[in-house]
């Protein structure tokens, strides 16, 4: 009976060390990435070219090609380097049933609130790309679907918590609303509002809102 190849041992507690190679690699994505959102938005996304973007970033046009393919795809590493920067999707998509309601719905406004607060630039180079590129529209369309079935996700995994004859489909049109990026413009950009306030508004509102007291 074959047992396969025995593999040594290691420490899953141990960081995993990336070679100087990764490390280079790594860096230029990040400097193509950087230099393509700049662009985007100061030339729009129609208008950017992967010639220039190459330029901007010190690399060949080739790279930038073998790297991500085309604009789209530069245009996806953007939203995705937010999102791992919030942390929203690993909240929304985690039941976590042995946490307090309370502490989810904390989590929840502190990660909405780096969204809006990160994404102003993403959504503005997003919402350029869609008007002129179907398929970018195609995108942004899929994300916000993505997040929407996130709250529901999210509302649902709380359900045991809301308040009597709260569900978790009106519970998460609620999510849904307060959490939208309007709201956040309109008390922190056009209101004058800290981020802080408005963490701390969210969170409580929230609360009110959805749990049982």
């Known amino acids: ?10 420490d899953v507690n141990s960081p995993i060390k990336s070679t100087p190679r990764q490390r280079q690699a790594q860096a230029t994505r990040s ?10 938005l100061e030339q729009g996304y ?6 220039s973007i190459a330029e901007r970033a010190g690399v060949a046009t080739s790279t ?22 919030t942390h929203i999707r690993e909240l929304l998509n985690s039941s976590q049933k042995t946490a307090r309601p309370e502490d989810r719905l904390e989590q929840l406004a502190e990660a909405t609130r780096k969204q809006w607060e990160m994404g102003a630039e993403v959504t503005a180079i997003y919402t350029g790309a869609a008007a002129a590129d179907p398929r970018a529209a195609a995108e942004l369309s899929q994300a916000l679907v993505g997040r929407r079935e996130g709250l529901q996700n999210f509302a649902k995994s709380m359900e045991p918590h809301l308040h009597p004859g709260l569900d978790a489909t009106h519970a998460a049109s609620i999510l849904q609303a307060l959490c939208l990026p309007q709201v956040f413009d309109e008390l922190v950009r056009h209101s004058g509002w800290s981020v802080d306030e408005y963490q701390a508004w969210l969170s409580h509102t929230l609360k009110s809102q959805l749990l049982e007291t």
């Open 31 to 40: 400097m193509i990435v950087a230099s393509a959102q700049v662009l985007f």
């Open 1 to 10: 009976m074959s047992i396969g190849i025995l593999q040594p041992m290691t």
């Open 46 to 51: 129609i208008c950017t070219t992967i010639e």
């Open 64 to 85: 930038v090609y073998a790297i991500f393919g085309s604009k789209r795809g530069i245009l996806r590493a953007i939203r995705d380097s937010w999102h791992e920067r």
